[in-house]
T-cell receptor, first 113, second 116 residues
Framework: ETGVTQSPTHLIKTRGQQVTLRCSSQSGHNTVSWYQQALGQGPQFIFQYYREEENGRGNFPPRFSGLQFPNYSSELNVNALELDDSALYLC????????????FGPGTRLLVL | AQSVTQLDSQVPVFEEAPVELRCNYSSSVSVYLFWYVQYPNQGLQLLLKYLSGSTLVKGINGFEAEFNKSQTSFHLRKPSVHISDTAEYFCAVSEPGETSGSRLTFGEGTQLTVNP
């Protein structure tokens, strides 16, 4: 059984640029959730996708957008990067619309300069 | 809206001592409760979860937690810790939805440091 994988592991961008982060869900899972974890804080929910449709969104601006593909992998896109976007971005996969139990990947660490 | 409070930001203990990491939550409805562990420069690993049933939940690595509905708590315990338990521990809550997905709300984390 393959766990959740994320790419890249680390990324450095400059303010105003755009970034795309990728996530492959655990085998058999059809729901993907994205979280942002700033340094020294707990993760914050960004949004969730179930079978290619958005299934809930947290308090993040529209420049944070996402996509889920037919194979249930997912992308997180962030436009017009700001310094405060520097964080660890975590992807979690789960089974079913209710996504009761979420399993996390290793994360992508984004640094915005 | 749901929220989680982890009452201790740092907990230092000696090896082989017992430990309790405290977590309180607030929610207006029934909840699911989780503990995750995060080792340095890694993602989150699920330690244990409470969805329903027995209020005493056993997880991996010898950890257990007890759901107390009247006190809205979900404290994590281990009778004897090892150096390798040194990590950040996060308590999380979600509200089961019929037609929407569960979003996890996390506490700020508790850094457990086990000293020799």
């Amino acid at each position: 059984e393959t766990g959740v994988t994320q790419s890249p592991t680390h990324l450095i961008k400059t303010r105003g640029q755009q970034v795309t982060l990728r996530c492959s869900s655990q085998s058999g899972h059809n729901t993907v959730s994205w979280y942002q974890q700033a340094l020294g804080q707990g993760p914050q929910f960004i949004f969730q996708y179930y079978r290619e449709e958005e299934n809930g969104r947290g308090n993040f601006p529209p420049r944070f957008s996402g996509l889920q593909f037919p194979n249930y992998s997912s992308e997180l896109n962030v436009n017009a990067l700001e310094l405060d976007d520097s964080a660890l971005y975590l992807c979690a996969s789960s089974l079913g619309r209710r996504a009761e139990t979420q399993y996390f990947g290793p994360g992508t660490r984004l640094l915005v300069l | 809206a749901q929220s989680v409070t982890q009452l201790d930001s740092q907990v230092p203990v000696f090896e082989e001592a017992p430990v309790e990491l405290r977590c309180n939550y607030s929610s207006s409805v029934s909840v699911y409760l989780f503990w995750y562990v995060q080792y340095p420069n890694q993602g989150l690993q699920l330690l244990l979860k409470y969805l329903s049933g027995s209020t005493l939940v056993k997880g991996i690595n010898g950890f257990e937690a007890e759901f107390n509905k009247s006190q809205t708590s979900f404290h994590l315990r281990k009778p004897s810790v090892h150096i390798s338990d040194t990590a950040e521990y996060f308590c999380a809550v979600s509200e089961p939805g019929e037609t929407s997905g569960s979003r996890l709300t996390f506490g700020e984390g508790t850094q457990l440091t086990v000293n020799p």
